[in-house]
Every structure is written in C-alpha cells, then in structure tokens.
C-alpha cells in the first residue's frame, strides 16, 4: 500500500511530524495555561495534560455529564492556539461521516468526460485521486498543515466496531484507504476523547490512550471556577450558590447540575440582581440549574424548603 500526502500525492517517506508552537516544558506551565485560557484544572487533569502534550498519546477522559470534559479540550486548544477539529459521536456513526467519503457526483462527471476509448483502469485511477475526497473531522485532523486539537466528544454512544476504526489512528495517526493509500499525519495532533462512561469502552482502544477522570469538583473548586467566570458576583452568594448545587447533586435525580450550568446560575443572579439566594429566589431561578420535570419536585421539596425560615417557624405536624 503506498503512502500519501494529501497536499502532494504519492510519497517514499513519511514526512517529519512538526509543531510551530512550543511544547509545553512542565506540568506548572499547562496549569497556568489552561489557567489563562479560562479552564481551573485540578494537579492530575494539569499533569494528564502535558504528558499527552509530551508522549504524543491520546487522552481518554471519562466522568460524568457535565464535568468539564469537553471545556478541557477547548481551553487546550486556546492554550496552545491550535484550531479545534471536533467530532461529536452519536449511534450510528460510520466511517463516511467521521474519516472520509467519496464526491460521487464529481466522479460521475469526471467518468463522462472521458474518451470513449479509455478503459476502466484508466477512469479508476482518475476518479480515486485526492481531489475526488471529501475529507470528514478525523482525516481533516490527520491532514492538517498546522497542529490541531482533536476532540472525539462522547465515544461511549457509538459501537464496538467504530472504536475498532479508530485503532490505526489512535496508534499511528494514520489513516489507510483502500483505493489510495496510507495518509499519515503531517503534524501531531493532541487528540481527546471522552466519554459519560454510559458503556465499557474496550481493552484495546483504553491500551493506546492515557487516562483521565473528572468528576464533580469540590465546593472550593467549583467556588474558584463560578468566581472565574463571574467575578462581579457577591462572594457569599458565590459560596451559597455552590453549596446549593453540591447539595442537589446528592439527590437521586435524573440530570444533576452541571458545572456550566452552575455558571449559568450565578449569571442569572448577577443580572437578577440578587444579594442572596433565599426560598423565594431559589423556586424563581431553580430551572437554571434542574431540567426534569421530576427533578424540579424533588429539589423543591429536600432543597428548596430548606432555604424557607419559615419552614423552620411552623410547629411540626
């Protein structure tokens, strides 16, 4: 099988792999990166981070909904100013829509404006050249000039078969196609994946990648992230606001929060106007952070009656 380069044709020798920006040189350097680029990572997601940056692996991050998974590989990519090639995993996903697939209408047209008299090995290697590809995230990502970041967002929806797919990537950052070669990866590429850990990912695919678990951060954590994003709240609101969601998240509920939807909480506060989060408050803005209809009913009734004082007021039944 014979090696390609999608900007130049055929090729004897894989090109060099190359980056324009610098490589991190330490696990405080990434910190205060992703720091600057809007993204507070806790010591393993900082130290996960340079060693992908360093060994040249992919990361798997796993967690729950919610949890930063899919910001950690956006701040990476404003961190290290590389453009963010995304691949959004659903059921169903197959190799036309995530590596590439074939422009049949201009192979057609192509075929029809051969002579008469050209035979079909002739059309065959006109109609399978590089301009007849319509290149999807993966290959874009392999094909890249410049470094890019690449996100394979929620892996765990799609099947066995297409993680199988993925294997030649995830090893080589290369891709092969059957009817014109192996193209190998002109620049290396940091690759994320992540998952809601909703299915056991295999063995194999797990082998190839360093790995990462965010789950919900602590109260201080997540006070630093709220701060981060809206500084001009009232700390102490800041820090009734986390408490609150932390306590929902303990409930047994369809969705619990997310940490953006934590951020988009104090936001509404902020333009709210809100100087506290009191019963009254909390019931107003509640659907902000909760999204089920069960859920509201719950929350209303093991959080919401908690932040009543007249709750406490009224003599037991």
Request: charged content about 30%.
């Amino acid at each position: 099988m014979r090696r390609v380069s999608l900007s130049g044709g055929a090729a004897h020798a894989p090109e060099p792999m190359t980056t324009t920006v610098p490589e991190p040189q330490s696990v405080a350097e990434v910190a205060d990166g992703l720091r600057g680029a809007g993204y507070l990572p806790g010591e393993s997601t900082a130290l996960v981070s340079f060693l992908a940056s360093k060994l040249g692996k992919p990361v798997l991050v796993e967690g729950p909904a919610g949890v930063g998974k899919t910001e950690l590989a956006k701040a990476l990519s404003r961190y290290l100013d590389r453009t963010l090639v995304r691949l959004q995993c659903y059921e169903g996903l197959d190799e036309a829509k995530a590596l590439y697939e074939w422009n049949y209408r201009k192979q057609l047209l192509r075929i029809q404006t051969e002579a008469g008299d050209a035979g079909w090995q002739d059309v065959q290697d006109d109609i399978f050249g590089e301009e007849f590809l319509l290149p999807r995230p993966l290959m874009t990502a392999i094909a890249s000039e410049e470094p890019v970041v690449l996100l394979i967002d929620e892996i765990d929806k799609t099947d066995q078969e297409f993680e199988a797919m993925l294997l030649e990537l995830l090893s080589d950052f290369q891709i092969s196609i059957p009817e014109l070669g192996r193209i190998e990866a002109r620049t290396q590429p940091v690759v994320l994946l992540t998952s809601n850990n909703t299915r056991e990912l295999t063995e194999a695919l797990k082998r190839r990648c360093l790995y990462l678990w965010l789950d919900y951060p602590d109260i201080e954590h997540e006070l630093q992230i709220v701060r981060l994003h809206s500084p001009e709240l009232d700390e102490q609101v800041a820090r009734r606001l986390v408490e609150i969601v932390n306590q929902v998240r303990e409930l047994d509920l369809k969705k619990p929060p997310s940490i953006a939807e934590s951020i988009d909480w104090a936001r509404a506060l902020l333009l709210l106007g809100a100087n506290d989060i009191d019963a009254d408050v909390f019931r107003q803005t509640m659907s902000v952070i909760v999204k089920h209809r069960t859920d509201l009913d719950t929350v209303a009734e093991r959080v919401g009656v908690k932040l009543d004082p007249a709750a406490d007021a009224r003599p037991a039944a």
